[in-house]
Structures are given as C-alpha cells and as structure tokens.
C-alpha cells in the first residue's frame, strides 16, 4: 500500500470546498485548473499521491507543484500557473522603439508606393532592414512579433481615423451666433412681435443637396412572393440618367419646407429659391437665413437681388466645416432616409416630379427641428 506524504494538510472553507468542486466538474473550465481542483480535492481526502496521480491522470511533478502552491500560498494560487521569464528578452527597448518610429511614417517615405503600413509589409521592412539598422535579432521577425511590439504602444499603423481641420479663425464666434439665432427661434413662437420687435421675425436655414442620381432600371423589380421571396427583388445593375440638384430651405417655427429641384446649383437657381420664401411671409416681415458660404448665396447676381429688397432678408452664416449647424440637413438626412431611399426612374423629369412629391407629403405632416443644447459662452 502506497505510503501517505509527509506534507501539511491543506485545509478548506466550505466556500473553497464549494468551489473545487464546482470547478472539477466543469465541462467549459481551463483543463488545467480543472485538474489542479481535482488534486487539491484528493489530497484534502487524504488520498495518497500515487492515488492522486492515477485518479487526475497526471504526473508525480504536477501533483506536487499544485499541492505545494496551494499550502504556501492558497487555494488560487494552486489552480494558476506561477509567472517566470526562463531568460531576458532578446528584443531590447531600443529595437522596439525603431519598430514603433517606422510605425509612425509612411511607406512612401521609404520609397514605397503604398500610403500607409499593412502589418506584413511593416514586418517585410524591419527584417529586411534590421542588420543595418543595429538590431540583428529583428532580421527574422514575422508579423506576430512586430504585432506585439505596435500592440503595447498602441500602434496601428494599418488603421486611418478622420478628423476635420478648423480652417475658419473665426469658427467659435460663427458658432455662437447660430446658436443663438437657434435659442431665439426655441423661446418665441412663430413670427412672435411684442415692444422690442414690432416686426415679425422668421428664421428659414437654407442650404444644396447637389448630385442627386437619377438611376433607371435594367429590369423590372420583382416584388416579394409568401413563403417564397421575402424582399424585394431588383437587378443589380442600374442605368444613370444624370444628376440633379435640390435646393431647400425650412421655416425652422414651422418646419415647412420650400423647394426647388434643379439641373444645377447657380446663382440663378438659389434667387429663384430666395423669391419663393419672399412671397411666403408677410411683406413687414424680417427673414433670417441660417446659410453657408456658398458662391451662389454671396455672388453679385445674388447681391444685386438682395439689394432689391433692402431690410427683408438677414443672413447668419455658419463657419467652414460647420454643416453640421445647419437644421436642413435633418430635412436633407429625412429625404435620404425615406422616399429617396431605393428610388429609381426613368428620367431625370421623374426624378424631379418624386422629389417634389415627397416633399409636399414631408409638408402635409411638417416635423419640426431644434436644436436643443446651447453654450452660448465664447469658447
């Protein structure tokens, strides 16, 4: 009969007791902590270690590794394996850094075509340019190690995130000035007149949606069949009859939306706009236009119009890269998302005739946009 060992006894908790059980008969634990749990629980019975080893289906070695972890420092430390490094790295610090600089050109700069690193192409260059370099032990490197070494600099040298520049010094008080036109439009009502403003005031943002498609048809859309065809079928190829152009603006009170669908985006077409919203509202009345830069809203045919009507129209303009002030394109995003969605044609006057169409039904149920966060403090 086998002796017993001459080790402590390892005493439990019903908490850990609980849990080794739990865990040696987990069909989704590590293998490994499952059999260390296994151990622990044998040797706490008071089984022998040749009975251990045979129960477990492990070594002589694994057996006295885990019990001799769990007595010196605890039942967790006998279920995980012990950090060590057999021998110091053979990448220095000083290799990695070069990894990390090649990282932060360009392939372009090495005179390479491509614009930016793949992580192989990454690993093609540091290998073959290691021994120069001074760091031979990189000449064999593959793309799991220079991985590694981008992955704990938090390098991705294969990844490119956007951002938009300020060009416009002026961005911060182009900004406040919309947005406190957008708090006046939030605290009166609709063309509200009282002492300090005896003449109505009513603000319309304005803006293009140019290079709108007008895509044909190939073949005719198959409609969906039960328990046949659940979507809509269509041809993958498409015909391209042109392009056109919506020019739009909405009463930001109302949420009434003017139109005009045209060929092209002139000054022409955005005066034709402008006499639109002029006939709409009373002739005392006060138009404050939330607009963009544009060349049509400021040329000199545009001028010459505005200078027709002296005191009827007042713009606000927002900053360079500040689309994303002007409420039309909630409108604009609305037209995307509903009856421009999927359309095809087959003309450009079809086109033309949907988008009026879809407008008159967005104004038979107008919807009204506000911007409703304000910080009106100059940044």
């Not at 007008?214 to 190829?237: F, I, M, N, S, W």
């Not at 129209?313 to 039309?328: C, M, Q």
Request: glycine residues 6%; charged residues 30%.
């Amino acid at each position: 009969m086998s002796g017993k060992t001459s080790r402590a006894a390892l005493a439990l908790t019903a908490a850990e007791e609980e849990m080794l059980g739990d865990l040696a008969r987990s069909r989704t634990a590590p293998v490994r902590e499952a059999e260390r749990a296994k151990i622990l629980l044998a040797y706490v019975e008071n089984r022998s270690i040749t009975e251990v080893m045979r129960r477990v289906g492990v070594g002589r070695t694994t057996v006295y590794k885990c019990i001799d972890k769990a007595l010196a420092d605890g039942v967790a430390a006998g279920l995980k394996d012990a950090y060590h490094r057999p021998h110091e790295p053979e990448i220095g610090e000083e290799a990695k850094a070069w990894v990390v600089s090649l990282a932060c050109t360009k392939p372009k700069d090495h005179g390479r075509a491509a614009e930016v690193w793949s992580i192989s192409a990454l690993a093609e260059f540091v290998s073959s340019h290691a021994e120069e370099a001074g760091h031979p032990r990189l000449a064999q490197a593959g793309k799991s190690t220079v991985w590694r070494i981008l992955n704990e600099r938090q390098i991705k040298p294969h990844k490119i995130r956007y951002y938009l520049e300020r060009r416009d010094p002026d961005f911060d008080r182009k900004m406040q000035e919309v947005l406190m036109v957008y708090q006046d439009v939030a605290l009166y009502r609709e063309g509200a007149v009282h002492d300090a403003r005896p003449n109505p005031i009513y603000t319309v943002s304005v803006d293009e949606k140019p290079g709108v498609q007008a895509l044909g048809l190939t073949a005719p859309d198959l409609p969906p069949v039960p328990d046949k065809a659940a979507t809509l079928g269509r041809d993958y190829e498409y015909v391209r009859h042109g392009t056109v152009s919506i020019l739009a603006g909405i009463d930001l009170h109302s949420g009434h939306i003017f139109e005009r669908v045209e060929d092209r985006h002139r000054s022409a077409e955005f005066i034709e706009l402008l006499k639109d919203i002029d006939a709409h509202y009373p002739p005392e009345a006060l138009v404050r236009l939330v607009l963009d830069n544009h060349s049509a809203h400021i040329s000199k045919e545009t001028r010459a119009f505005l200078a027709t009507r002296p005191g009827r129209f007042e713009y606000v303009h927002t900053p360079k890269h500040g689309s994303w002030l002007n409420l039309i394109e909630c409108a604009f995003s609305k037209m995307a998302r509903t009856f421009l969605r999927h359309i095809r044609v087959s003309s450009l006057d079809e086109l033309k005739t949907r988008i009026r169409q879809g407008v008159d039904e967005m104004n038979a149920a107008p919807v009204v946009f506000r911007w409703k966060k304000f910080d009106l403090a100059i940044a």
